[in-house]
Every structure is written in C-alpha cells, then in structure tokens.
C-alpha cells in the first residue's frame, strides 16, 4: 500500500495497548480498530434489495458515497484523524510519565550511599525463627560526629578536626519483634569500654587489630560495619542492618518531618562554661517545645545541660519517640505527598548497609516500624556500671545488661506484655495426645564458660513424664542457651506448633520460648541457663538481673516526659 502523502500521517498508527481498561473506544480510530463494524452499504432506493448483485447507481461527488463501497465523508474522516492523534498523545505521556517515575526511583536509588554490613568480625548468630515462622528485626542506628564537609563544619563546630576520622558519638539498637507487636531501642552510651574485634578499613583495606577502648572509636577503626561488629561480639545479637547519619543528615530530616515536641523542666542554654567548653548551645524555655533543623540536633547533642551522655540518651529517645509519632499523625507511611518529600530527604541524608540500599528496602523498613502500636515502643540506655580504671567511663552491668541481651537474643518484648504463659490454640490441628508425643530434652545450662547443671536433663523429662508425656527422653547431647527455648521442626507444620503450644502450657513457659526451626527432627526442650534448677520454671528474674531496673526508660506512647536541666545551665 501507499504511504499517505498528508505530512505526519502514514501508516495508520498501531492501537493503543489496553485502551479498553483505559476507558477508550478504540473503534473510533478507523474502520480495522478495536473490532467495531464499518457501516452497513446503502442500497439504491428505499426497499429492499433486487437480490441481483446489481450496483448501486451512482451519487453526485457533493457528499455522495462511492458505487458499492461504505459511506465515507470528509468530516468523519477528520475526526477519525483528530482521535488518532488524541490517542497517540495521550499514550505518549503515559509511557513519559511511566518512564520520568523509573528515573526519578532510580535517582533515589542513586542518591543513597551504601556500605559492606560488616567489617569482617560478624559472627553473631540469627535469632530463631518464632512458632509462626517470623524472626526478629534488628538495625544498627549510628550518629557520626563527622566534620567532613563545610556544612557539617558549620553545624558541629571544630575546624582544626574536619580531616579526623568520624565517631559514633551515637549508638542505638532498634529491635522490632518478630510480630512486629512491639520494638525495643537500647542505646549504649559513647564512653563505655568494651572489646573491639580486627576489623577490615573500608577506605585502605587493611586490617585494624583488636582492641579494649571506648566504643565511639569503633567507626573510625572499620566504618559502620565495625561498629556493627563490636556490638555483635558484646550483645551475641545478630543485626541485620545499620544506618548512619551525620549533623547535616539531621538537619535535613528534622526539617522533612516538621519537628518534634520536646520538653525541659527549666530554661536551658547549653553553652560554654569556665572550666567545661564548648556545647551544643541549645537555648529553650521551661516547657514543651517543637524543634527542627539546627535546633534539633542542639537538642539531641545537648549533654552538660543533661547531666551527662546518660542524660542525652534520654532526650534523644524523647525526640525519636516523638518523631514516630508525628510520623504517624501526619499519616506519612500511606500519605504519597509525604513518603515522597521524606524519601529524597532520607536517601540523601542516610548512609546504610548494602543489603538495605534501595528505595524499596528502606520503604519496606518503613513498613514494619509502621505496624507497631506506640505503647509497645520501649526505649532505654543499657544498665552499666562505674569503669575502676576511669571513672569518667562505664562498663556493661553484669546481671542487668546481660539479661537484656539475652531478651534482645530470644526476642522478649522489654515490657512483658506478650510474656504470659503460652496456651495451645482454639484454631488449627489438636495437638497430638501427651503419652505419645515425642520430646527430647537437651541440657543447655552451660553458657558464656559456666558449668552446666548436672543431670539438668534428666530432671525435667522426669517432670514432663508426671505430667502425662510418657515419651519426653532425655538428650545425651549438651547445648548451650541463655533462656530455655521449646523447638519443634519446621517440616511439621501447624501440627508441629500445636504440639509445642500445649508441651509448654503444661511446663508454664512463656509463648516466647516457642520456636520453629529447620535444624530439629523432633520436638525439643532446650533448658536454658534461666532455668538452672528446680522442677517449675522461674516466674521472674531476680532483681539484680532488671534491665529495667535504675536505668532510664521511655514508652513510645508517653508525652509527659520532661528533661531535668542541670543547676548551671538554667538562666
């Protein structure tokens, strides 16, 4: 066929993919589109026709049609040509806009700056999985003190230290429950001592020794990922992820979310004293207060005016509690308006472990902290003690910070709340009768050196017989495990559940201690070093043993907290 000789009209242009879903008529295009009918020849006079095949009698060329052909008019034909050229049009910004949402996800993606998860010394192992298959999540939040660059200059001060490798004068561990029913924050202060494992420089290559030092001088030794490395070796908890901001990066994200409320119990300005300089120069009246920009990262580095770096723990979990709030009441995770001014601020300002390095991972983040209610959001300093070699630093409490480790390690939420006794469920499989249902129990008492409880085995099987499960054996085979855990494996499915769920209603252990995993073959009661004597499981810690206890603590969902000011700071 010929090319049309009209300009910009060839052939007739391909139809336009899925215009019926679109609401468009493609029959409208012209007489092959979309499967509408060409109109119906017009006989030569108002009755039938002759039956003869005979043509139709030629019409005058003013309009008329042609001698056996459908009816054709020039105005027809030009309005089949302005909804072509609607068509094309409209398919061509489509696919523009299409096109322009990939470049602009792409140039998010670009803007965020990623770095290796660890630094060589990663050897914490994944919690497991709970009854339902779910595991825990874990991410390392780091403050960098880092001067590079004028803005950061600008903001933190300290000129003559801009070329010094960066601190992590902030360190948190956000915990989200493997429900996604409650989350923890801990935070260790800056000047703590603790072992720093070899870590690989992500800059040079080369490896930085071991050492025992403060643990804000980890980042400079290996990078983020060495950071994530020290807590690894001092917690045993497993972190999937970090992320890392500077003081610009705070700035920039203070401003995206539009601040948040704040209080001090007196006025406060934290400036330069005679004998203690610098400061964060955080100036407020006694009361509540919303900051953003600058005067938030005054706030979260204030720490004379606070008493001392425990003091600014504190207030940096009053300020992020307080962010998820607001996040929450602006509806910023549904909200496309907020989730993207938030997403070009977040992927410029964050520096994050690889595997967390797209748009999508951060927004799926976002998601998770999203389902968690405020009043299951706990946020707390770790316990610790007096250093005796330097008593302006501290040490991890023995006791206290172990047994909060180990709830971080078994995923127990910090408040008890989900901690009651397990009961098997109304829904699903009945559980297999106690005299037949297999059980093996292991003696797991022995952690961290300690000897395990002789015979510890053997003891509880012989109460779970007196309780009807007449096939619980004892294992020949020793674990190792901070809290005494109920495994059943994950080929057995719902049935494999229900038999765990009344196995530990019968023992009163908490539903925590339920888990699935791929490495039994049968159902098995691991007792753990919380349970190193006695026939009935421990209700509760003892005393010494509360990371709760004399430490600082905030509830997600509390807005009456208040920072005391130190005597000197007010005016």
Known sequence: MGQNSVRGEGTRPR?????????????????????????????????????????????????????????????????????????????????????????????????????????????????????????????????????????????????????????????????????????????????????????????????????????????????????????????????????????????????????????????????????????????????????????????????????????????????????????????????????MNLAETATKSLQVSRELGTVKKLYDLGMELKSVPMDRLNMLTMPRIEDPKNKEHVLPQPGAADTLWSMLREDKPLDKKDDAPAKPESKGPAPTPAGTLALSVVNGTGVNGAAPTQKRATTVSDTLKNKGFYKAKASDTRGSAAVTTLTYPKSAGAQGKADALSVAAAMELPSSAVKVSADVSTLTLTVGADWRTGATYPKKAAEDSDPLKDTENINGASKSDCMDVYAPYRF
């Open 15 to 339: 139809r336009v993919q899925n215009a019926d879903q679109l609401g468009w008529d493609e029959s409208l295009y012209g007489e092959e589109g979309g499967g509408g009918k060409p109109p119906a020849p017009r006989s030569s006079g108002d009755g039938p026709d002759d039956g003869k095949g005979a043509p139709e009698k030629a019409v005058a060329a003013d309009g008329g049609h042609r001698r056996g052909g459908p009816r054709k008019r020039v105005k027809k034909k030009g309005k089949r040509r302005i909804l072509r050229w609607v068509a094309s049009t409209l398919a061509l910004l489509i696919l523009g806009t299409a096109g322009a949402g990939y470049l602009y996800y792409q140039h998010l993606n670009g803007n965020i700056r990623k770095g290796d998860r660890s630094a060589g010394g990663s050897n914490a192992k994944k919690s497991a999985a709970n009854a339902d298959g779910q595991t825990p999540l874990n991410v390392l939040l780091i403050g960098s003190d880092s001067r590079a660059g004028d803005e950061n200059v600008k903001l933190g001060g300290a000129r003559n230290t801009a070329a010094d490798p960066p601190r992590a004068d902030v360190q948190m561990l956000m915990h989200v429950s493997a429900d996604r029913k409650s989350a923890s924050v801990v935070s260790i202060p800056r000047d703590t001592r603790v072992d720093i494992p070899s870590c690989v420089d992500p800059k040079t290559k080369k490896t930085v020794p071991a050492t025992n030092t403060l643990i804000n001088e980890a980042l400079a030794r290996g990078g983020a990922g060495c950071v994530l490395d020290t807590w690894e070796k001092l917690t045993g908890v497993y972190i999937d992820h970090w992320m890392m901001v500077d003081f610009a990066g705070v700035v920039a994200m203070a401003d995206a979310v539009g601040g948040a409320d704040v209080c001090v119990k007196q006025n406060v300005y934290d400036g330069p004293k005679p004998k203690v300089s610098g400061g964060s120069h955080l100036r407020l009246t006694a009361g509540t207060h919303k900051v953003k920009g600058e005067q938030a990262l005054q706030w979260l580095r204030t720490r004379h005016a606070f008493y001392s770096d425990l003091g600014r723990s504190k207030a940096q979990h009053m300020y992020m509690n307080s962010v998820m709030r607001e996040l929450k009441k602006q509806n910023a995770f549904t909200d496309t308006g907020r989730i």
